[in-house]
């Protein structure tokens, strides 16, 4: 099973502040890396796919980055309803699986 | 609109079971493969189960292999998922997730809202 592990845990900002959150597998994953966001009471949202691809209605101030084992997962200014649990999630090896996640939560 | 909405979902005594519906609308439900995917309190996301497009062939988490059933129906446009022998370590929300697999998107796009499952004497 490939281990996604997500970093940091908790990442205090400001609105405003850039926020870099990575993601790293234990085993590659080629490109087959996708991000979501989930905010409280709700279901995840697809934020990015094919690693560095946004989804449809997705902001440009969300980028990612990386391929292999490395990712990225940047929001180059946050605004408030970015605060919430962010979750890679990778499709290159099967079983499918998740990383922990990580809270960016507002300083 | 196109959604996903679970429903079945309660408080269940440890070795009975119980099962979960998932009604889709709005797209074509049989082009799509199916994922259930559960969130322990507090906790993160875990994959459960898949079905494909005609429920042909479906796969399993090792945590509920054996124990767990995914089912679709496409006349109805539902998906299920039965639970047997369920245990304490259950205790999440169910969620349905709709599988996109276009060129280089393979994602999760459409998500229902869960539904809570309760595994406690």
């Known amino acids: 099973e490939t281990v996604l592990t997500q970093s940091p845990a908790t990442l205090s900002l400001s609105p405003g502040e850039r926020a870099t959150l990575s993601c790293r597998a234990s085993?590659?994953?080629?490109?087959?890396l996708v991000w979501y966001r989930q905010k409280p009471g709700q279901a995840p949202r697809l934020l990015v796919y094919?690693?560095?691809t946004r989804a449809t209605g997705i902001p440009a101030r969300f980028s990612g980055s990386g391929s292999g084992t490395d990712f990225t997962l940047t929001i180059s200014s946050l605004e408030p309803e970015d605060f919430a649990v962010y979750y890679c999630?990778?499709?290159?090896?099967?079983?499918?699986?998740f990383g922990q996640g990580t809270r960016l939560e507002m300083k | 609109q196109v959604q996903l909405v679970e429903s079945g979902g309660g408080v269940v005594q440890p070795g009975r079971s119980l099962r979960l519906s998932c009604a889709a609308s709005?797209?074509?439900?049989?082009?799509?493969?199916i994922h259930w995917v559960r969130q322990a309190p507090g906790k993160g996301l875990e994959w459960v189960a898949v079905?494909?497009?005609?429920?042909?062939?479906?796969h399993y988490a090792d945590s509920v292999e054996g124990r767990f059933t995914i089912s679709r129906d496409n006349s109805k446009n539902t998906l299920y998922l039965q639970m047997n022998s369920l245990r304490a370590e259950d205790t999440a929300v169910y969620f349905c997730?709709?599988?996109?697999?276009?060129?280089?998107?393979?994602?999760?796009?459409?998500w229902g809202q869960g539904t809570m499952v309760t595994v406690s004497s």
């Open positions: 999630q990778q499709r290159g090896n099967w079983p499918i699986t």
């Open positions: 085993q590659s994953v080629s490109r087959y």
């Open positions: 079905v494909w497009y005609d429920g042909s062939s479906e």
């Open positions: 997730a709709r599988d996109v697999t276009v060129g280089t998107l393979h994602a999760f796009d459409i």
């Open positions: 094919d690693a560095s």
């Open positions: 709005g797209f074509t439900f049989s082009s799509y493969i």
